[in-house]
C-alpha cells in the first residue's frame, strides 16, 4: 500500500484543484493520499468526490501556520472535525494576516518593481487562500524570477526588505486545537534548515507533551543525518513516523509518492482521528 499524507491543493499554494490532485494521486499508483491545505479545509468536498470516483482513498487533513520563539512551524492535522469552532477563528485570523501580509509585501515591491495585486489575483482561483507562494508567481509570471523557489530565496526571503511577517499561533496552542477539535498533529517537515530556521528537540517535547502525535521523518528537504535523528527522536518520544511528497503541483518539483507512510501508521491515525477518512 503506497500512502502519501502531505499534498497541496489550488485551495492553498498548489496548482492542481483539489479533485485533480485525487486524480494524480490515483495515476501515480498511490492507495491513500491526504489533501492537508495550508488553513483551510475548503477542498475536502471535491477531494472527497473525485476520491470515489478514482478509487482511492483520501485522508482530509490540512497543515497549520504556527509559530514558536519566532520560527515557522508547519503542523499537519489529520481528520479533525472542520466545524470546530475554536480552530476555525484562529485559522480565519491567520488567513486574514496573510491576506493583509500580501497585500503590503506587493506595495513594497511596486516602490521597486512592476507588480501590482491584480498580477497576483492572476495566479489564484476563487476560494484561494492568497499568500506569499501566490506573489511568488506572479514574479514569475511578469518575468523578475525564474521560478517560485528563486523568489522565496531572493525578493520574498525573511530577511529581504520586501517581507512581511503574519500572525500565526504559537506551536504547542495549535497542538492543542487540533486535539481539541478532535484531529492528529504531525509536525511537517521539521529539520528542513533549507526553508530556515527549525525549532530544537526541546520545542518538538513541549508540543509532545501538549499532544503532537507525530514527526514527517522522510521529507526530500531533510538530509540523511537530519532524518536519521528524527528517527532516533521520534523512537524516543514514542511518535508516529510519517513520509510524504509536499505536493504542490507545478509550483514545486515535489513528486506525488516519492515518499511514503507505512500502513500501520495510517491505522493508528485513523484510530485517533474524528473524521473519517474517504473512498475505498
Known sequence: ???????????????????????????????????????????????????????????????????????????????????????????????????????????LLARDLPITWADVEAQTEPGTTVGRPHVADALVALGHVPDRSAAFESLLATGSPYYVPHHAPDAVTAVRLVRAAGGVPVMAHPAASVRGATVDDATIRRMVDAGLAGLEVHHRDHTRSQTEHLLDLADSLGLLVTGSSDYHGAGKPNLLGERTTAPEVLERIMEQGRWPVVGR
Do not use: K
Open 1 to 107: 500500500m503506497r500512502i502519501d499524507l502531505h499534498t497541496h491543493s489550488t485551495v492553498s499554494d498548489g496548482t492542481d484543484a483539489p479533485g485533480e490532485v485525487v486524480a494524480r494521486a490515483a495515476e501515480a499508483g498511490l492507495d491513500v493520499v491526504a489533501l492537508t491545505d495550508h488553513d483551510s479545509t475548503a477542498g475536502w468536498a471535491e477531494a472527497s468526490a473525485a476520491a470515489r470516483a478514482h478509487g482511492i482513498v483520501l485522508v482530509p487533513g490540512m497543515e497549520v501556520s504556527c509559530r514558536a520563539g519566532g520560527v515557522s512551524v508547519h503542523l499537519l492535522s489529520y481528520l479533525h472535525d472542520p466545524a470546530d469552532a475554536a480552530l476555525l477563528a484562529e485559522l480565519e485570523e491567520t488567513r486574514d494576516s496573510r491576506l493583509h501580509r500580501a497585500h503590503r509585501m506587493v506595495e
